[in-house]
Structure formats: structure tokens, C-alpha cells
């Protein structure tokens, strides 16, 4: 069974930054491609960043592009967001996914982590 566990989220002003972590467990970490999607109150979850399992290869959703960084250290079997220049409009439960394919389908993904919330105010 894989396990993820996301932390780093919290309250941050509009313009600041935040770095979010996912640590993976219970299977080979390199295996899998890796996702960061968010779900805001009333709408449905979508992708932010997807990572393949190498890290050689990234997608951003157009909202995010320039702000955000998603990365990945299969040394500590670990897949981080970076996010700055927060608008409000990024507020969300942040989830990370493990699946085996790099794509930004949500329905790809096989793994999910109970996500982290972040709140960005104006």
C-alpha cells in the first residue's frame, strides 16, 4: 500500500510563498509519476503540477505557470510544490498523487494524500 503524507501548507499573504512537501511510502518511490492538485470550496479538484518519475519532465496548469515549481528527490522519496506570488485565487486543499503515468488527468492517478490546506489572504 502507498502511503502520502503532505505537509507545508498554512496562512500566507497575498504575494507571499510557500513551500509544500508530500512524502512517499510503502512502495518504489522512482516508480511514479507525481501530481500537486487543489480543490476549492464548490469545485473540483484540479491539477496544479505533475512530475515524472525521474524529474526530467514537468506541466504546470496555465494559472500557475511562472509561480509555481514542482520537484521531486527520489533520495528521500519526497515531491515538493513551490509556490510564490500567492493570489487568493490559490486558495485550496492542496493533494499530492502518485500514478504510474505523467499527465495532469486527475483520473491517472492511483494514490492520493489526505491534502493540506492553504489560504492566501488580500
Known amino acids: 500500500q502507498v502511503r502520502l503524507v503532505e505537509s507545508g501548507g498554512g496562512l500566507v499573504q497575498a504575494g507571499g510563498s510557500l513551500r509544500l512537501s508530500c512524502v512517499v511510502s510503502?512502495?518504489?518511490?522512482?516508480?511514479?509519476?507525481m501530481g500537486w492538485f487543489r480543490q476549492a470550496p464548490g469545485k473540483e479538484r484540479a491539477s496544479v503540477a505533475a512530475?515524472?518519475?525521474?524529474?526530467?519532465?514537468?506541466s504546470y496548469a496555465d494559472s500557475v505557470k511562472g509561480r509555481f515549481a514542482i520537484s521531486r528527490d527520489n533520495s528521500k522519496n519526497t515531491v515538493y510544490l513551490r509556490m510564490n506570488s500567492l493570489k487568493p485565487e490559490d486558495t485550496a486543499v492542496y493533494y499530492c498523487?502518485?500514478?504510474?503515468?505523467?499527465?495532469?488527468?486527475?483520473?491517472?492517478?492511483?494514490?492520493w494524500g489526505q491534502g493540506t490546506q492553504v489560504t492566501v489572504s488580500s
Open positions: 512530475i515524472s518519475w525521474s524529474g526530467s519532465s514537468t
Open positions: 510503502g512502495r518504489t518511490f522512482s516508480n511514479y509519476a
Open positions: 498523487a502518485a500514478g504510474p503515468s505523467f499527465t495532469q488527468r486527475v483520473s491517472a492517478y492511483d494514490y
